[in-house]
Structures are given as C-alpha cells and as structure tokens.
C-alpha cells in the first residue's frame, strides 16, 4: 500500500526555518512528481509547490516563491520542503502528495499532513 | 495565473442529486485537465474525479464529472446522495506554463 508519512512540522516564530521531510513508501518513488499542499484549518487548500520524477521541473506558488524549497531523494524515497523567513499567513497543515504520473498528474495519494505554526 | 472560483457551500436530501460548480476566471476551462477531491472532517482529502470526468476506481458510479464551454466552468455531480457524501469538495486544474497547480475555494456539502 502506498504510504507518505510527512515530519518536521511545530512551532517556529516568524523569520525563522523549518524543514518538513515526506517518507515514501509502497510504490516506486523515482517514477512519480511530488508535491507539497497546505490547509489553514476550516480553509481551502492550497498547493505549495512540486517536483518532478527526476527534479527537472519544479514549480511554486507565489506565496512561497523565494522563500520555500522543494528537493527529492530518490535513492532514500524522501521528499522534503525547506521553509525560510516563515511568516504568520504559512501557519497550516501541510500533505505531501504523491502525483499520479512522473511530470504530471493529479494528486492520488496524500499523507495526514504536519502541522505548522508560526508565532511569536 | 487563474483563479477557479467555487460557491462556498451546498447542501440537498438524501436520494437527491446535487452539482458543484468549479469555474476558471481566464483561461479556457478545456485547455487542462480538471479533478475534484472529496475531503470528510477530519480526513485528508482523496481524489473522487480527474481528468475532467474519470472516476478512480473504487469511487461510486454516483460521481461523474464535466466541463463547459460555455461557462467556462467544471462541474461534480452527485446523484442519489448519502449522508457520507457530507465533505468538503475541492476542484483542482494545472497551469502548466509554469509547473503550477491551482485550487478552488473548496464547497462544504450538507446532506440533510
């Protein structure tokens, strides 16, 4: 079964960094984009960013460009985010996803997320 | 950059049909793919439709899913609703000119 466990989520104050990691598992991690969503509790979601199969294309939305960095391990089936000069308006719950194609896709498999909370 | 625009909520009876709606703001609603994602309190959403009208397997044949032209908009019906259809339905396309994924709002659905 396919498995995405997300960590690294808590409380960090503002203009601080955080790095979320996405254990992958029960298909094969290489041949799949990822990607990064996020959910202010009550809210909508929000797509953060993605990566392709072998990391040649990679995406952010504007609320996080410049700030935020997706990467890929494909030898180790991990997925990571890197969150810089976080702000209160990032507080959310963060689902790593697993895309259904290797550029492309929908989103097909989502972990239970991991918190973040920006404060001061 | 678009926007897909969704009505906040929606609810209907059981046995009942109800359509959601999902409409881009430029761009043609044709030119990528949509999907919608159901979400139950509590629960990390799970994928009901994609590409515009396929149905995942597992999923009900209760769910189908459209596009129109016209409008410009997606659309996620329902048909002969259960109380666990009760979620929040959340629309999702591509803007592939910049490896970029957008969302709706979201629409909480109540079945009562």
């Known amino acids: 079964d396919v498995q995405l466990v997300e960590s690294g989520g808590g409380l960090v104050q503002p203009g601080r960094s955080l790095r979320l990691s996405c254990a992958a598992s029960g298909f094969t991690f290489d041949n799949y984009a990822m990607h990064w969503v996020r959910q202010v509790p009550g809210k909508g979601l929000e797509w953060v960013s993605g990566?392709?199969?072998?990391?040649?294309?990679?995406g952010y939305a504007d609320s996080v460009q410049g700030r935020f960095s997706i990467s890929r391990d494909n030898a180790k089936n991990f997925l990571y985010l890197q969150l810089n000069n976080l702000r209160v308006e990032d507080m959310a719950l963060y689902y790593c996803a697993k895309g259904s194609h290797d550029y492309g896709g929908h989103f097909d498999y989502w972990g239970q997320g991991t918190p973040v909370t920006v404060s001061s | 950059n678009f926007l897909l625009t969704q009505p906040h909520s929606v609810s209907e009876s059981p046995g009942k049909t109800v359509t959601i709606s999902c409409t881009r703001s430029?761009?043609?609603?044709?030119?990528?793919?949509v999907q919608w994602y159901q979400q139950r309190p509590g629960s990390s959403p799970t994928i009901v439709i994609y590409?515009?009208?396929?149905?995942p397997s597992g999923v009900p044949d209760r769910f189908s899913g459209s596009i129109d032209s016209s409008s410009n908009s997606a659309s996620l019906t329902i048909s002969g609703l259960r109380t666990e259809d009760e979620a929040d339905y959340h629309c999702?396309?591509?803007?592939?000119?910049?490896?970029?994924?957008?969302f709706g709002g979201g629409t909480k659905l109540t079945v009562l």
């Open positions: 590409e515009d009208n396929q149905r």
């Open positions: 990566i392709s199969w072998n990391s040649g294309s990679i």
């Open positions: 999702q396309s591509f803007d592939t000119s910049n490896y970029r994924r957008v």
């Open positions: 430029s761009g043609s609603i044709a030119s990528n793919y």
